[in-house]
């Protein structure tokens, strides 16, 4: 396996610079997730209004070039979107890190596709998949408003 | 010492990894196994296995001979005045747990003080913060300074009339930091509080002497010492074994069942209850053989040389930050690259067959005290060179490459 396979240009880029870093303003979401394993944390804030629709999307954190920069896309592509779009493409990346390697959601634009595609590498490092979904995780745990942190070790 | 015959001894470290020659610098974590051990695992099963203790039979004579041997080993290895004082269990961490549990419901009360350090790997502190949850004790950190030593004065401020045992390890698993037990056990012994010395990271690398330390408690894991996983050791002081009640309870460890009344074996089955791992026990042996023939003074200048090349090199590149420096440093480096978390490093330098650990090494208390959330850690084993230092120091130049720093 050719590192660079992991180590994309767009991941490091987005890992050196994650776009969305920081609390957004009168966001009505949030929640925490954290990997025990080499502790790694996120936090997620979210802002939806009145039609359910992904006004803002941020996130406070540290971790590894794949888990900031998983974060970073996850936020770029779930911004904009309506709740339950928004759901449908967690639970395809999901898919797409575990197993499939590709994305199908049509709510996506090629360019979308492809960035987000660039994490799939992750796939042949089955020790780093969770730094990739732990965000992902925590993006669910605040939109259905969960009380407990998101641990990653308690998840498939 | 002739480090390439006894590398020629660990089958393992004649794999390829990722298709280079593995560099394996987490022992630490657990270290490699000479084919002795492999062999003696084997030979016994094939020849020698039956259950210990319980029967008359010729193999069980033998096999009960055999696992009496390695605890005489034992015994010598860590220069205990009894073989009564040496208690097999299944890891460190159950040694600990033995010792906290049972001196916890004999001698911990409300409101009780125990002390440990902030250099404590979690089997180190959790174990204690059982008692906090189940006997409200009060559990106190010694602070360490920003290299990584344990402040003694603050240590000694920190004991009261309360405070019932003192927890340390040997050797910190994160800074390498030989911790001055002797000095701590003597200012403990002022106040007639006993001491539990976590000997992980230091039974394999420093020689033991738990009569000079005159340490009440110490406990390590077999796996660490070149022996096999599933076996643990305690030493611990006649006087208290004595004392203190069982651990676990069941076969092996009683001396007569009544439907009234039970009493319980001496020393030391007292303590082995049921079937122990007896392969690996006797595997054991092998182990501390192989100690011995080399010698620890030997194994320590080794890895000494090993300690001082690896500050030295990775001093010379200015992105590696080494954590902690410590007055007395083992073979454990943990250090961080700028721009680079340490899980990055791990993948990257696993492509070049180095095995590192990456992560907060089950100590977060000391992470945090450093303002970190985790590290990469080479760590050293007898059977590692100088070349496989220079093989980690241009794998972590890589990293730099594949994340374009410059």
Redesign the interface.
């Known amino acids: 396996?050719d590192?660079?396979q992991?180590?994309q240009d767009i991941i490091?880029e987005h890992g050196?610079s994650p776009r969305n870093f920081g609390k957004c303003e009168k966001y009505t979401h949030e929640a925490k997730g954290h990997n025990p394993?080499?502790?790694?944390?996120v936090q997620v804030y979210l802002k939806l209004n009145n039609e359910k629709k992904v006004e803002d999307l941020t996130f406070e954190g540290?971790?590894?070039?794949?888990?900031i920069a998983s974060t970073s896309i996850m936020t770029e592509l779930v911004k904009g979107k309506s709740v339950e779009t928004a759901k449908k493409i967690v639970i395809d990346f999901l898919n797409m890190i575990k197993s499939t390697s590709e994305i199908k959601s049509n709510d996506l634009s090629k360019d979308q596709k492809m960035i987000v595609m660039s994490l799939s590498g992750v796939k042949q490092?089955p020790?780093?998949v969770k730094?990739a979904t732990l965000a992902w995780h925590t993006l669910t745990s605040a939109i259905e408003r969960k009380k407990e942190d998101v641990n990653t070790e308690a998840i498939d | 010492m002739d480090i390439k015959s006894i590398k020629s001894q660990f089958p393992i470290l004649l794999k390829k990894i990722n298709g280079k020659p593995l560099i394996y610098l987490d022992s630490s974590n657990s270290s490699q196994k000479p084919l002795s051990v492999i062999n003696s695992l084997d030979y016994f099963y094939r020849n020698e296995f039956s259950n210990i203790g319980r029967s008359i039979h010729s193999l069980a004579v033998n096999a009960t001979n055999k696992y009496e041997e390695t605890r005489m080993n034992v015994k010598s290895f860590v220069n205990a005045k009894s073989k009564d004082e040496i208690i097999f269990t299944k890891n460190a961490t159950e040694s600990i747990n033995l010792i906290a549990t049972t001196f916890g419901q004999e001698f911990i009360n409300k409101g009780d003080e125990i002390l440990i350090t902030e250099l404590e790997h979690h089997s180190n502190y959790v174990p204690w913060h059982y008692l906090r949850k189940s006997k409200g004790a009060i559990i106190k950190f010694a602070p360490i300074n920003d290299d990584g030593d344990i402040i003694i004065q603050k240590l000694k401020e920190l004991i009261t009339s309360k405070t019932k045992i003192i927890a340390v390890t040997h050797l910190s698993n994160v800074t390498g930091t030989i911790v001055p037990i002797k000095e701590i056990v003597e200012i403990a012994k002022k106040k007639n509080i006993p001491v539990l010395v976590d000997g992980c990271q230091s039974a394999p690398h420093l020689k033991i002497d738990v009569q000079d330390l005159d340490c009440d408690f110490f406990a390590f894991s077999a796996h660490k010492v070149y022996g096999p996983t599933g076996v643990g050791l305690l030493y611990a002081k006649k006087k208290w074994l004595e004392k203190l009640p069982p651990y676990i309870g069941g076969g092996g460890m009683i001396s007569e069942v009544k439907k009234d009344k039970i009493t319980y074996a001496p020393l030391p089955e007292k303590y082995e209850a049921g079937t122990m791992p007896t392969a690996e026990i006797v595997a054991f042996n092998e182990s501390i053989k192989f100690i011995k023939s080399i010698g620890i003074e030997n194994i320590i200048k080794h890895e000494k040389e090993l300690t001082n090349y690896a500050l030295e090199k990775l001093k010379k590149n200015n992105s590696v930050n080494i954590v902690g420096n410590p007055k007395n440093k083992a073979g454990v480096i943990s250090f961080t690259i700028k721009g680079i978390h340490p899980h990055d490093i791990s993948t990257i330098v696993d492509e070049d067959g180095v095995a590192i650990r990456a992560g907060h090494h089950c100590s977060q208390i000391l992470h945090e005290r450093l303002k970190l959330t985790a590290t990469a850690r080479a760590s050293f084993g007898v059977y590692n060179t100088k070349e496989d230092i220079d093989v980690l120091c241009k794998a972590i130049e890589n990293c730099r490459k594949v994340f374009e720093l410059k």
């Open positions: 396996m590192l660079k992991l180590y490091l050196k394993l080499c502790g790694d944390q540290s971790g590894c070039a794949i888990s490092y020790m780093r730094c």
